[in-house]
């Protein structure tokens, strides 16, 4: 729990580590091995592979007791440091990098896309969230969970609060994206009043990362439908 508190100040998630702690407590407890200090040797067979874990995960769960014996070990309470050897490297996905003439490209379509019946801001939204992704260089949860009061287009800047670090930061807008986006303002404001997103769906909630994901691959297959061999996400705009 100190050290959760601990990284906490440091403006980390909670949940980043409490769920892999809480895991190797209760191995911990069920062995009885719950002792004032904590020896490697105890845990070491808590930080194998599991037949259900992927190595992405494997990492994750040992890099959080690896925080914890860092902290445990600067208090004299670890004897050791866990070590990350043990666990197989992770393939690391290569961005793709866009040239203009596709992001000129992928932009375009975007403007031009059908309105639905399910969401009568639908084609705004299509038209202005990746453009603001782009510019603004935004993650892509930190674009689809955006704020409507977290946007002040007078004074072309923008609130970033849900980020990776937990830390809110305030990034400027170019003043023409600036004037697009307060276009946008304009008919959303009038059609979700009551949402507190600046992309809200049609029930006024944010959209999920599943839909941004399809809706920016649509973009990307009406633009070059011929590229099928290449592989973009959304988090390549940054």
């Avoid at 600067?74 to 043990?86: E, Q, R």
């Avoid at 040239?99 to 975007?110: C, G, H, I, Y």
């Avoid at 990746?130 to 072309?156: A, S």
């Avoid at 009551?194 to 009406?222: C, I, M, R, V």
Wanted: hydrophobic letters at 35%.
């Amino acid at each position: 729990e100190d050290m959760l508190r601990y990284k906490e100040s440091l403006g980390y998630s909670r949940r980043t580590y409490s769920s892999f702690l809480n895991d190797l407590s209760r191995y911990l407890s069920q062995r009885g091995l719950q002792n004032e200090k904590l020896e490697l040797s105890d845990i070491m067979p808590w930080c194998v592979q599991r037949d259900t874990e992927k190595p992405e995960g494997f990492r994750r769960r040992l890099t959080a007791i690896r925080e914890l014996t860092k902290y445990l070990y600067a208090l004299g309470k670890c004897d050791s440091i866990l070590s990350l050897d043990i666990v197989p490297s992770v393939h690391r996905y290569t961005p793709y990098l866009f040239t203009d003439a596709e992001l000129r490209a992928v932009f375009q379509k975007s403007d031009v896309q059908k309105q639905t019946t399910a969401n009568p801001l639908y084609k705004d939204i299509v038209a202005v969230i990746f453009r603001l992704i782009y510019f603004c260089g935004l993650r892509p949860n930190e674009g689809r969970e955006l704020y409507r009061r977290d946007i002040d287009t007078e004074k072309c800047t923008l609130l970033i609060r849900k980020n990776k670090t937990h830390k809110e930061r305030m990034i400027p807008i170019a003043e023409d994206l600036s004037a697009l986006c307060e276009k946008y303002l304009a008919k959303r404001d009038l059609l979700f009043p009551d949402s507190e997103y600046l992309f809200p769906t049609a029930t006024g909630k944010a959209y999920s990362a599943k839909w941004l994901t399809h809706q920016f691959l649509q973009l990307w297959n009406q633009a070059f439908p011929e590229k099928t061999d290449v592989h973009v996400r959304v988090y390549d705009l940054r």
